[in-house]
Every structure is written in structure tokens, then in C-alpha cells.
């Protein structure tokens, strides 16, 4: 209780014993650390660590643990291999590695998933979503690319963790009925329209959108 004393009926109001045992006791069943340290630790999504962020994973529908391809190290015929003359043959299993997000990166995840979760997937929406997600890695954007497909642009390189987390996940927004493809374009070494930070002629293979 916050005013103990107020409970202890009069007779017994001056009995220094009595209080300093009835004191003791309120200190032991006081709930209000265990309350702050259940809202830091699970309650706020924001301060949440270890089991309190898994339990948020489980609420949202998003894995701690992603299984991620060992690119760059394989020569194979599809991306995420290495090209001939840099690697091994890939002998088409046992590449995948598991990855354990850290609170941090995983938070990240949780909040972006539960904003997906929610969101109006339109492309206005959906191009905010990018921008609250990788507004500091460079330009990210989705566009129509055809009758009910549309495709997600990343102007930069995704880490490995964060290609697999989208890929193999609804961590972004999937429109009812519309096929998606996800496209990350080499801006240095793609010839294309100025406004679009490509390279300029002489520099670079013409982009083809795909």
C-alpha cells in the first residue's frame, strides 16, 4: 500500500513493533516495482527486451529467427550467387543459415511488421512505409509495373538479414491479388534518366526496369 499507516486501526497507531513489522511486510508484497519492471520489459514495445520482444513477435506474426542464403559465397544461376571464377557450386541445399535478431534489430522488425499489419496498402502508403524504413539508407519505393503486379525498388543493397526478413516474410505490404517482385538496381552502373540519380551515357548499361 502507498499510505500503510492509514490502515492500522488507532489502538495500535503508537506500537513501534507492530509498525515497523506491518512496514516490512508492505515493503515485501509492494507490487509496484514488479508492475514497472513488467511494463519496461514486456508492456512498452519500445523499452521491451529478450522474452518481452518475443512475446510482441508472436502478437505481430514476425520470427526472431531467419533462415538467410550464405550469399557471395556459391557460384549459381539465380541472385544472390557469385558469378564464375569467385566461388564454389552451389549444390542447391544446406546453404541457409540461421540468424538470431538482436532486441534492437528485432524491435525494428515488430514495429515495422504491425505498421504493415494495419497499413491501407495503397502506394501512397506504402511509399511512406519505405521512407519511415529506410529514409537514411537512400530511396526506396514501390511502383505499378504492370495489370495487377507491382514491384518494390531499393536503390541501395539491402543487408543479407534484411533481403531474407523481406523476402520470406509479409514484413512489407502484399495488395490483394497483386504480384510482387522486389528489384535492387546498381544506380552507379546503370544508364538511365538524370532525375533518377542513374548514370549518364559512356557510364553504364541501359536500365530496363527489370
Known amino acids: 500500500m502507498i499510505n ?9 497507531a503508537h506500537s513501534p513493533v507492530l509498525l515497523n ?18 511494463y519496461d520489459m514486456v ?12 512475446v ?54 515488430i514495429m515495422l511488421k504491425a505498421m504493415s499489419n494495419i497499413i491501407y496498402a ?17 530511396r526506396a519505393y514501390y511502383v505499378k509495373n504492370g495489370t495487377m503486379a507491382a514491384r518494390y525498388v531499393f536503390e541501395f543493397f539491402l543487408l543479407p538479414v534484411e533481403r531474407s526478413i523481406i523476402r520470406q516474410s509479409d514484413l512489407l505490404p502484399r495488395p490483394c491479388g497483386v504480384l510482387l517482385d522486389f528489384y535492387e538496381p546498381e544506380t552507379d552502373a546503370t544508364f538511365g534518366f538524370t532525375e533518377a540519380n542513374l548514370t549518364p551515357f559512356g557510364e553504364g548499361v ?3 526496369g527489370a
Not at 513489522?21 to 513488467?38: E, G, K, L, M, V
Not at 508492456?43 to 522474452?51: K, S
Not at 558469378?83 to 524491435?107: H, K
Open 4 to 12: 500503510v499507516q492509514d490502515t492500522v486501526i488507532s489502538q495500535y
Open 21 to 38: 513489522i506491518i512496514r516490512h511486510f508492505n515493503d515485501c508484497i509492494d507490487p509496484r516495482a514488479d508492475i514497472r519492471r513488467f
Open 43 to 54: 508492456w512498452n514495445v519500445e523499452t521491451a527486451e529478450g522474452f518481452g520482444l518475443d
Open 56 to 109: 510482441w513477435g508472436r502478437i505481430v506474426g514476425i520470427e526472431r529467427e531467419v533462415r538467410m542464403r550464405a550469399e557471395d559465397e556459391f557460384i549459381g544461376f539465380t541472385e544472390g550467387f557469385t558469378p564464375f571464377d569467385s566461388g564454389v557450386w552451389s549444390t542447391g541445399d544446406g546453404n541457409d543459415i540461421s540468424y538470431r535478431l538482436d532486441d534492437d534489430a528485432y524491435r525494428r522488425v
Open 122 to 138: 495503397t502506394a501512397p502508403h506504402i511509399n511512406q512505409l519505405l521512407r519511415s524504413m529506410f529514409g537514411k539508407r537512400g
Open 206 to 208: 541501359f536500365f530496363m
